[in-house]
């Protein structure tokens, strides 16, 4: 056996050899593929779980106050089995999205750089914000949140060196499945202003196709598995309060629970899963696709929306996307869970089913573009035009059905309300010329005409494309809709097809690397809704990313470099933040940290209930506990009283943890941990644990634990003494007045700060330049001059 297997692997080595030689496949080669360097690695990334805003909705009032799943970076090097500079690193983020202000210098000498490693975000709309360098993104989260950013890049790092330390040989495999109710069109509209043939050609208004990456060890072991398929990230609605990973984010934690589970053993008993498998489900062509399923109602109501305009009566927030338990009223977590379901549910089965071994060579390509003037020459995919320098268009201001606008304000609309009429003739007016350019877009915010205090949106955005073998990963810098990705696919696919094998399969791995918002198609741009408002570089912004990708693969085909195109500007110096640092916290006189001020409830617990335990605690700010805990379910070793087992952690589904304090300037808090008893659960003497960390005024953060009082818990096999019906404890969430106050207004602090401080920029540059100048140094004589 032994003698076979040893012989197989030099076979392997033989063909890799061939492979790499004349890019072909030989005998045993293709029916297993090729050996390739792979490793995995995961990291915590959950970053600040209090007063820092979360990313997406750009709702200003939705602030963290918690966590539901923590977030994690998790990362894939794939390289040549021969030569270890030539691989490249997928690393899918449980983040809204990747922020260009993250750049990798001197990890491993220059072994993972730019041009090799792919960002990808998973869209989560509930993770902290404030991590990206452009102003148009941090606006609601009062600017730059150092907290966010430092989190999320160490994260990023220590899963790529996890990665690294991992690498050994294995294998990959791709195959794909159709799933077909994890995501739906919110911009159905929009999607039929497409030719009528080109539609034809496609059952659906969204891509149904998940894509898997097996990853496996030279056994076939699993190590690890990506999938990519295309839905927001907003099952969770506006209204929450806690960190998650949204349907993504939760989908991976039941993947990695099946792998890591019991009885993933084969026929004949051995072991089909290796430790630790790493899970990742990344992102696609998500631009118009919804996860809210059942379509988008009026909440008042009950009516469907109209259609054009997304609105109920006239008005845009009344207009709301209705997830698969839209019922349960819940801020969508019982939704979430169904799509985060259904999407592991079919990578599990993908998993199980037959796929095609990857063989062939590892080659990257990575360009940064000046998306602000490309000229677009015409072609069998793309139309003759140039781009635009960035604008958003009024509809950008109404958002979506996932989560409607703030203002009021329709998708489609090209007058506006007058706050945001001040707001963009506050900015510049559009010139002529940029008005033309964005035509047919009604110009809301002129923001690539804008430098100060710094940029508003990106002007340079980068593309990469990653190939291993029949795999090749189309890496865009934002959402394409349904029918644009389908458009860049396609033209990828029939230019390599002829060379690399018509079992060539071309996936899109959205937001990655830079964020620069939405990419519709000509004809869904002209329809001005949210995403036609918000691609912003103008008509032909998809067709540019057609002819650059078709660019970068050709010169793949060919073996050729390509230009690295000019730097982006790194402005995470200059970023201006106005979020204020925990000053101190303390709880009433008589208490201390961690004490329990509500306790469990003296009852027979059984699966599908409630239990809840609030302690005095401090803000989660002082430490994001990373890789740890806030909270935990401990059981009690039956044999052992003294022994308790760690169950969950803060980052399990069945568990919440809610941090509030009084009221906004109060240095007190408190921190309500639930957990909902799950199926399956062992019966038992449980537990809840809370840990958290102080801050007193005169010195640094000190931690504190409490522990709530023992409950007992009996699974389906013990009938339960008593069934208690616990009322939902919802309104122990609720905000008091002055919370309510600051969430529904405190979009002002920002606009007005901002509003100041360009003021003050203005009146500052008008005083310089008319001062004459002074100073006796030549250079600072010259640039006054200039
Ligand atoms: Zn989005």
Redesign the pocket.
Known sequence: MAGSLRHSAYLLAAAVLLSTAHGQLTGENARKGSTYSIGVGKADITGPAADVNLM?YAAPGQLAAGIHTRLYARAYVIGDAQEERKRFVFVNLDACMASQGVTLTELYGDLYTEKNVALSGI?THSGPGGYLQYILYIITSLGFVRESFDVLVAGIVQAIKRAHEDVKPGMLQVTAGELLDANANRSPTAYLANPPEERARYKHNTDKSMTLLKVLDTEERGRGAVTWFPV?CTSINNTNSLISGDNKGVAAQFLEGWAAGAGQADANGNDTMGSNFVGAFGQAN??DTSPNVLGAFCYDTGEPCEKEHSTCNGRNEMCIGRGPAWEADDYGYKSNEIIARRQSDEAIELWQSAATPISGDIDYRHAFLDMSAITVYPSNYTRAGRTCRAAMGFSFAAGTTDGPGAFDFKQGDTEGTIFWRVVSHFLKDPSTEQIACQAPKPILLDTGSVHVPYEWQPTIVEIQILRVGQLVILCVPG?LTTMAGRRLREAVHQQVEGVWGSDVTVVLAGLTNTYSS?VTTFEEYAMQRYEGASTIFGPHTLDAYIQEFLRLSKAMMENKATEPGPRPPNMISKQWSFLTPVVLDSVPSGSHFGAVTEDVLPVVYKEGDKVRAVFQSACPRNNVRLEGTFLTVERQDPEDSDKWELVYTDSDVSTKYHWARPHVLSPESTATITWDIPEGTLSGTYRLRHFGDFKHILGGPAPFNGTSGNFEVHGLDVKPHKHHKHDDNRHKFELSDWERYVREHSFLIPVFLFALLLLGTVLYRQTVSRRPAVSSHPYERLEVAA
């Open positions: 997406g869209h927001h998500v631009g959402e939405y």
